[in-house]
């Protein structure tokens, strides 16, 4: 190896940010037009497999060896390691999930699975969850790579000139539904591959304007879940002579008690975000920021109102409790037969702190008298993650982006859904979302997440990849 090759260049400079945005582009596009979809199309089995082998060609193209990893026929992951001479600690891990959810293309204004460039956007199923994100970390590993190369080096075996840690990249199947078959199966049966300093993962670093200021959410913490089944005992009998103990009567009742919104409740990464927010905004935003905090559901909703647009208040709602959503219901077998049973399906998202015991003690006070004819099953709980925002890591991403964009503010967040950070959590790695992207005001991204006309913007995309390889050079090659 050639000691004295020069390091790969610290930032993205014009020329080489425009060839790498194209390359960007074109990735996100070719990642789009595979329908790795969870759960599997059984019209297109094994497309998470083909998703990986497609991604292992294209580390192997630039020289990056891979492997491609298959717990289970059909479901792949793929995971790779560029080398770093060691000097500066643990390993970077580039995480992202290659599955995405389905897509029914009847409501889309193009094909969700063709990858389409039209009006500034690339349009399709996990332009934003999260293909966008694959796409930029395997930009930025070939970018390393070819510097290696052209330094006579094989990325394959040889340290990367200037890099101090390994970069390692792990692109799972599965997250969609849990992960249990893709990252979740590497953290208990491989996880030297995951195991790292920090890991960047999806869903952070995305500008986002609250009161005519632009916040840089990173996401360092995420809800957990606790799925419930309700069973809700009636009476059977004829419909011609209506009962009050309907099991569907009933279940209207119990549904009613579960929706109301509870008490808000702060998390540490939630204060954080507020007091970030309460010091930036400009006085009245100020004050009514600290009010959404206060425990006055009526104050908050006007608050929300006045700040953010829906989807912001929604997810600032349910950042702030334990939220209950009942999803299913199952009842009735005839409509002459006045139904003795009803299942009611709950999606629990629990704050961290709140246990499956704590989610089911919620459930059984808000029903009251209601409990005694219900039966509760907790059918899945995943817990929630606080990472600690206080790391070298989080600190360098934080100054990433005020060096981007010096008007805006980055602040750790909560997300209100689950990620593979999960899985990471259970070998101490802290997981920050990290995908930057600038958006145009009045984006509504959050409604962009396993939405209709999911898309990414060509200029989001422009001003997010020197942003994240930025990120991962200052970690990773800084002294
Ligand atoms: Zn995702």
């Not at 329908?35 to 094994?46: K, M, Q």
């Not at 040889?158 to 953290?187: H, M």
């Not at 930057?436 to 006309?453: K, Q």
Request: aromatic fraction near 6%.
């Amino acid at each position: 190896m050639d000691a004295s090759a020069s390091p790969p260049p610290r930032r993205l400079e014009a020329d080489a940010a425009a060839r790498a945005h194209a390359e960007l582009v074109e990735t996100l596009r070719a990642l789009i037009r595979i329908p790795s979809v969870n759960p599997p199309d059984p019209a297109r089995p094994g497309a998470e497999m083909e998703a990986a082998r497609w991604i292992a060609a294209t580390l192997a193209d630039a020289g990056i060896p891979s492997e491609v990893l298959e717990p289970v026929a059909g479901r792949g992951s793929v995971v790779a390691r560029l080398r770093g001479d060691g000097t500066g600690g643990e390993p970077l891990l580039l995480l992202s999930h290659l599955d995405v959810v389905p897509a029914s293309s009847g409501a889309w204004t193009h094909d969700p699975f063709a990858g389409d460039l039209a009006d500034g956007y690339v349009w399709g199923r996990g332009a934003v969850d999260m293909k966008d994100l694959v796409a930029m970390e395997l930009v930025v590993l070939r970018l390393l790579a070819a510097h290696a190369r052209a330094a006579g080096l094989d990325p394959a075996t040889d340290p990367i000139p200037g890099l101090r840690r390994d970069i390692l990249f792990a692109c799972t199947a599965d997250e969609e539904a849990g992960g249990l078959e893709g990252l979740g199966w590497i953290v208990d049966h491989r996880p030297d591959l995951v195991r790292a300093a920090g890991a960047l993962n999806e869903s952070g670093g995305i500008a986002t304007r609250v009161a005519g200021k632009t916040f840089y959410p990173i996401q360092v913490a995420e809800k957990g879940f606790a799925v419930f089944r309700v069973t809700v005992r009636g009476t059977w009998g004829h419909g011609s002579m209506p009962r009050d103990d309907n099991a569907v009567v009933l279940a209207a009742e119990v549904i009613r008690r579960l929706s109301k919104p509870g008490a808000p409740r702060q998390s540490a990464t939630m204060r954080a975000f507020i007091d970030g927010l309460m010091a930036e905004l400009p006085g009245a935003a100020g004050h009514a920021v600290r009010a959404i905090a206060g425990g006055d559901p009526r104050v908050e909703a006007a608050v929300l109102e006045r700040m953010c647009d829906p989807s912001q208040a929604r997810a600032l709602h349910a950042l702030l409790r334990d939220t209950i959503s009942p999803d299913v219901i199952h009842a009735g077998v005839k409509y002459n037969v006045i139904p003795g049973e009803a299942v009611l399906e709950l999606d629990c998202r629990v704050l961290p702190g709140t246990t499956a015991e704590a989610m089911r003690g919620q459930l059984l006070d808000r029903l009251g008298d209601m409990a005694d004819r219900c039966t509760l099953h907790l059918v899945i709980f995943g817990p929630p993650v606080e990472t600690d925002a206080d790391t070298p890591l989080y600190r360098i991403l934080e100054a990433t982006i005020r060096d981007h964009d010096p008007d805006g503010l980055p602040l750790p967040v909560m997300a209100p859904f689950a990620t593979d950070a999960k899985h990471l959590a259970r070998i101490g790695v802290p997981c920050y979302g990290f995908s930057p992207l600038l958006l145009e005001p009045g984006e509504r991204y959050l409604e962009r997440f396993h939405g209709v006309d999911e898309r990414v913007g060509l200029e989001a995309l422009r001003w997010g990849l020197p942003v994240f390889y930025d990120a991962v050079m200052r970690f990773c090659a800084g002294e």
